[in-house]
């Protein structure tokens, strides 16, 4: 894959975070992340060269995302300060995971040559981007070692289930 490519996806993803991140808490406009998102999807799939194996892999991203976020705020282990919820949590979410699998079709096979790294590596880093969340104002933690607990598991059985059984799909 070109370094053009992995740029792009990865500006197109962070774009997408950024806008419904500070859509929600800085520009008061919920909503911007779903339209900076649905551009950035629209523009992902029309360039996709396999859209059959990118929806795939979008809905077995996608929808354990959405499962645990929504039964995490369920039990009030965490909530989104959010003006606009579809379900338990905010409609952007769904963009966001939506644009959070887009890493997974293209950028992170190179952990299908190191498992044990990109293990490590969603262990850490998923939580860390939620943590980060609590002192921008767009998530409040109330139970955090719970928090800390299930992110951590959620995150390593995600990339496992990603390397096992999505890549081999």
Do not use: H, R
């Not at 969603?122 to 719970?146: D, H, K, Q, R, V």
């Amino acid at each position: 894959m070109s370094k053009i490519k992995v740029f792009l996806i990865l500006t197109g993803y962070q774009l997408t975070w950024l806008a419904c991140v500070f859509g929600e808490t800085k520009f008061k406009q919920p909503l911007l992340g779903l339209y900076v998102g649905f551009i950035f999807l629209a523009i992902f799939f029309i360039f996709n060269k396999n859209k059959i194996k990118f929806l795939k892999i979008s809905l077995y991203i996608s929808i354990p995302g959405y499962l645990f976020d929504s039964i995490m705020v369920f039990f009030s282990v965490y909530e989104f300060n959010s003006s606009v919820i579809l379900g338990t949590i905010p409609a952007w979410m769904i963009i966001l995971w939506l644009s959070f699998s887009t890493l997974f079709d293209q950028i992170l096979t190179i952990f299908k040559n190191y498992k044990f790294i990109g293990v490590i590596l969603s262990g850490i880093l998923g939580p860390a981007t939620y943590y980060i969340g609590e002192p921008m104002g767009l998530i409040f933690i109330n139970n955090l070692f719970l928090f800390v607990t299930m992110m951590v598991v959620f995150w390593i059985i995600l990339m496992i289930y990603y390397l096992k059984v999505v890549l081999k799909s």
